[in-house]
């Protein structure tokens, strides 16, 4: 059974504050992908890694960056929190050349006040 | 104009109804495409993936129509745990992006 965390579920952070997000995948998918949900606007892809230290940007990057140093593990790094970055953030894997299912981690609901 | 667009609903219907939902997509270059249920405060699950020829999983049913570039789905006998928010995603031929909908929100009552 594919299993997706992510390191908190929930999340308050001052604005200014440089705030790690961190999703691990137990089945060695090659890629992984941070997306933000926000009501009304869907999830949103910011990053996606389709393997060790590759990485490109999604459709809103700005403000944030990534980190895939070991295959398991993707970083998300808000450099400084501002409150627009208030949302739910949500991990995914799936395997390389896959057009199937993402498997999603059960986000983290970040507020930066 | 957004990849992918869901009416965003909601849809109020009883137990036992029929409901279709609908969603729309920009670029005739997609390949593939899905419906994926997110329940409240969880992460979004696949529910099926939509074929060309159609297919059918027990009181679900989705359609593709790559000429209009809409996907459907159909839920017959609606139950009380199909209330959920159904999200309509879309992938383009590198299967590393995939644009999702801002979701239906489908509310069925007893």
């Known amino acids: 059974d594919v299993k997706v965390t992510q390191s908190s579920r929930y999340l308050v952070k001052r604005t200014g504050e440089k705030v790690f997000l961190e999703c691990v995948q137990d089945?060695?998918?090659?890629?992984m992908f941070w997306y933000r949900q926000d009501p009304g606007l869907g999830l949103r892809l910011i990053y996606f890694s389709y393997d060790v230290k590759m990485k490109e940007k999604g459709d809103i990057p700005e403000g944030y960056s990534v980190s895939r140093e070991k295959k398991e593990r993707f970083s998300l790094i808000l450099e400084s929190a501002s409150t627009n970055q208030t949302s739910m953030y949500l991990c995914?894997?799936?395997?390389?050349?896959?057009?199937?299912?993402?498997?999603f981690g059960p986000g983290t609901r970040l507020t930066v006040t | 104009r957004k990849e992918v667009e869901q009416d965003p609903g909601p849809f109020n219907v009883p137990e036992g109804a029929t409901v279709a939902f609908n969603c729309t997509y920009s670029?005739?270059?997609?390949?593939?495409f899905f419906w994926y249920r997110q329940d409240c405060r969880k992460e979004p699950k696949l529910l099926m993936s939509?074929?060309?020829s159609g297919n059918e999983d027990g009181r679900f049913t989705a359609q593709l129509n790559r000429a209009s570039q809409y996907i459907s789905l159909l839920i017959r006998d609606s139950k009380l745990s199909d209330s959920a928010t159904y999200l309509c995603v879309v992938t383009k031929y590198n299967f590393n992006k995939f644009y999702f909908g801002s979701g239906t929100k489908l509310n069925v009552k007893p």
């Open positions: 089945m060695d998918h090659e890629n």
């Open positions: 995914a894997s799936i395997p390389a050349h896959s057009s199937y299912e993402q498997y």
């Open positions: 670029n005739s270059a997609s390949q593939s």
């Open positions: 939509v074929y060309s």
